[in-house]
């Protein structure tokens, strides 16, 4: 079993910047790739960005790229998102999920998920 702890939601205005935390615990070795997702109200959950957990590699949603980094601290098992010059349509609920298929971006490829921290962007 893995647990995913996230944490670093709030309110900020439009252009401003937060930094979600996302801490594993448990068998974390068996995981590929860690992921954040997000999910507006009345919307589909959306991948916004996934690292894999030993290289490092990246990949990102387009309408993040060039804003949000995605970034890890292997050591403490924290996995970060950066978010910046944060736009309205980027609140949602974020999520962090576990996977052990590290090149997916597919939500139902994670098995793992946390409860989620609410992010919400003032216009």
């Known amino acids: 079993q893995v647990q995913l702890v996230e944490s670093g939601g709030g309110l900020v205005q439009a252009g401003g910047s937060l930094k979600l935390s996302c801490a594993a615990s448990?068998?974390?070795?068996?995981?590929?790739?860690l992921g954040w997702f997000r999910q507006a109200p009345g919307k589909e959950r959306e991948f916004v960005a996934r690292?894999?957990?030993?290289?490092?590699?990246?990949d990102y949603a387009d309408s993040v790229k060039g804003r949000f980094t995605i970034s890890r601290d292997n050591a403490k098992n924290v996995m970060y998102l950066q978010m910046n010059s944060l736009k309205p349509e980027d609140t949602a609920v974020y999520y962090c999920?576990?996977?052990?298929?590290?090149?997916?971006?597919?939500?139902?490829?994670?098995?793992?998920w946390g409860q989620g921290t609410q992010v919400t962007v003032s216009s």
């Open positions: 690292i894999t957990w030993r290289g490092g590699r990246t």
């Open positions: 999920a576990a996977t052990t298929t590290g090149g997916s971006s597919r939500s139902h490829d994670y098995g793992w």
């Open positions: 448990g068998r974390t070795s068996r995981n590929d790739a």
